[in-house]
């Protein structure tokens, strides 16, 4: 029988659905030997790739078509890999042979009693975590609890965590803990709604606590939980528990609920108007154990005061008094952010005056803590009463303490208001410059080679690149300024550019990783298009021989650029 793949695997077919990139970077994964464990069943093919990490990629049937699936980053966004590419390239490399490498297992298997395959299943399952996960979720699906004790353990299982839960370990974990959605989901099914309700609250429980003891860098336990929160909702809906009851469990929860996964607005209906009342009390209670923070007072407030601080702020906004915000807000005055929430909530309710009081006041009480988000309502605020003296002295008031792009962009903004940017202006450039060199007779060097990176990101924000590379060259400046500024002469100075990331190239191959490899090789691609562009392709030969000399030892890198 045709072997199913033959016509959807080729290595057209695959630069085609990966791109030149990925594609590039593919090819090398598998010169490398980094496929392993390539299985074809019927529909689809297996394997695991080594890269900076472990992958699984699998590409199957879909139909007339192939589709695939990898745990990368790239992959679980459904984007086609380079790990998809490499398994590909792999699978074409393997002499012809049956559609399905497990064929003698499945009849193994079939020949087996049902005990022996239990038996294999439950081994393997004991050192497999995403197995065990799904035959725990398939057998809390077959089988609901009647006793509310055997539920919670159930749940219990699911969010065990043991230390910590690293990345590597995430993928099995959120499996396990979806198990709970299946429970929760059939004993609504089953119409034992309250069971569920008090069952949903505990999970959430027990899932909040779990949250902060793992690494969700892809963030699939969160919104895993953001499910589970809804499912709560949806199912406490249908079970209309007690107001006051619940009230008490709902506070409960939210003083647990570091990340704002509960809304009052959301369950506000289900509380109606005496769970409403008690729910306040609660939060009152709390509240009044909750110490006054005044300017300059110690800033380690403890988490707890932050929940019960939210759930104030929750109650006063169901209500719409925005009296009573500001009074909750006014509570913490130790940040000047703290400040500039209040004016935020007085000009939201059109009242610009109080807004701008409170505004003046949190300069007034950190005059030395320039928040730029209180700096730049204020400066708006003045430019809105055409006070443009007060917002150009703000504003320069910040540059000059801390001189950056973005407090320069927050100067010329105000003074394009006031009309006199020019003299404004030169008189930033002349600080900058007159700190470079206060900074040089102290140092006796500049750090890094990094001292005129503003003066370059200054410029390269204005349209400037002659300038900037003027300073660049003179000064120095951060690495990342250079790549910016190198992509600001890539059109018309591509010398210019290719010499920029010439200089940058080695630094990132020394970092000695795949991630670190990867970019260099792009960077290398890049040289190559610019001075072939310029008429330098055999001085871009002569550079990649020098380049592969001195890196010949870092075999993933060259595999990365052979045949450039």
Not at 133 to 153: C, T, W
Not at 257 to 283: H, I, M, Q, V
Not at 328 to 334: A, E, F, M, T
Request: glycine share 6%; net charge neutral; hydrophobic share 45%.
């Amino acid at each position: 029988m045709a072997n199913p793949f033959n016509k959807l695997i080729t290595q057209a077919s695959l630069a085609g659905l990966a791109g030149e990139r990925s594609f590039a970077r593919g090819v090398g994964y598998f010169k490398s030997g980094a496929v392993v464990d390539l299985v074809q069943t019927r529909n689809a093919i297996w394997a695991r790739v080594l890269g900076s990490e472990e992958y699984r990629v699998v590409l199957r049937l879909d139909g007339a078509a192939l589709a695939w699936s990898c745990t990368c980053p790239l992959g679980e966004e459904g984007e086609f890999c380079k790990h998809a590419v490499a398994t590909g390239l792999d699978w074409l490399e393997r002499p012809e042979q049956d559609a399905d490498d497990l064929a003698g297992v499945q009849a193994h298997l079939q020949s087996e009693s049902r005990e022996s395959l239990v038996e294999i299943l439950v081994e393997q399952a004991a050192n497999d975590p995403e197995l065990r996960a799904r035959l725990e979720a398939a057998a809390l699906r077959r089988g609901l609890p009647h006793n509310p004790k055997a539920m919670k353990d159930a749940v219990n299982r699911a969010f065990a965590v043991r230390g910590f839960v690293d990345y590597r370990n995430m993928r099995a974990f959120v499996m396990r803990a979806e198990s709970v959605v299946h429970l929760l989901r059939e004993l609504v099914r089953g119409g034992r709604a309250m069971e569920a309700a008090e069952l949903a609250g505990y999970a959430m429980r027990r899932g909040i606590a779990a949250y902060g003891k793992t690494d969700d860098s892809d963030g699939g336990f969160g919104e895993m939980l953001r499910q589970l929160t809804d499912l709560h909702l949806e199912i406490c809906r249908a079970a209309k528990p007690e107001p006051e009851a619940f009230a008490r469990e709902f506070f409960d929860l939210q003083l647990r609920d570091e990340w704002s996964f509960f809304k009052l607005a959301d369950y506000a209906p289900l509380l109606a108007t005496k769970g409403l009342a008690r729910y306040r009390a609660l939060a009152e209670a709390a509240w009044k154990k909750v110490p006054t923070r005044a300017p300059g007072a110690r800033r380690d407030a403890g988490i707890e005061h932050y929940h019960i601080t939210a759930i104030m702020e929750a109650l006063a906004r169901h209500t719409g008094d925005v009296d009573a915000l500001v009074a909750v807000q006014s509570r913490n005055l130790s940040y000047p952010y703290h400040f500039f929430r209040i004016a935020e909530t007085f000009a939201g309710a059109a009242r610009q005056g109080e807004a701008l009081a409170w505004a003046e006041r949190g300069r007034e009480a950190f005059p030395n803590d320039f928040d730029p988000r209180l700096v730049d309502f204020l400066i708006d605020a003045y430019a809105k009463a055409q006070r443009h003296d007060d917002a150009l002295e703000l504003a320069w008031q910040h540059f000059n303490h801390d001189p950056s792009l973005n407090t320069y962009r927050r100067l010329e903004k105000s003074a394009g208001r006031a009309k006199a940017w020019k003299r404004w202006r030169e008189k930033a450039l002349t600080h900058v410059r007159a700190r470079l060199m206060r900074a040089d007779r102290t140092s006796g060097a500049r750090s890094a080679g990094a001292g005129h990176t503003l003066l370059v990101e200054i410029f390269l924000h204005e349209g400037d690149s002659d300038a900037a590379l003027a300073e660049a060259k003179a000064g120095g400046c951060a690495r990342e300024a250079w790549m910016r500024l190198a992509r600001a002469r890539e059109h018309d100075h591509p010398l210019d550019a290719a010499d920029i990331y010439r200089n940058a190239i080695d630094s990132i191959v020394e970092l000695k990783h795949n991630r670190a490899y990867d970019e260099a090789a792009a960077l290398a691609g890049k040289i190559k298009t610019l001075m072939e562009r310029a008429g330098q392709g055999e001085a871009f030969a002569v550079w990649r021989e020098a380049l592969r000399v001195k890196h010949k030892a870092k075999r993933n890198f060259m595999q990365r650029i052979e045949g450039m």
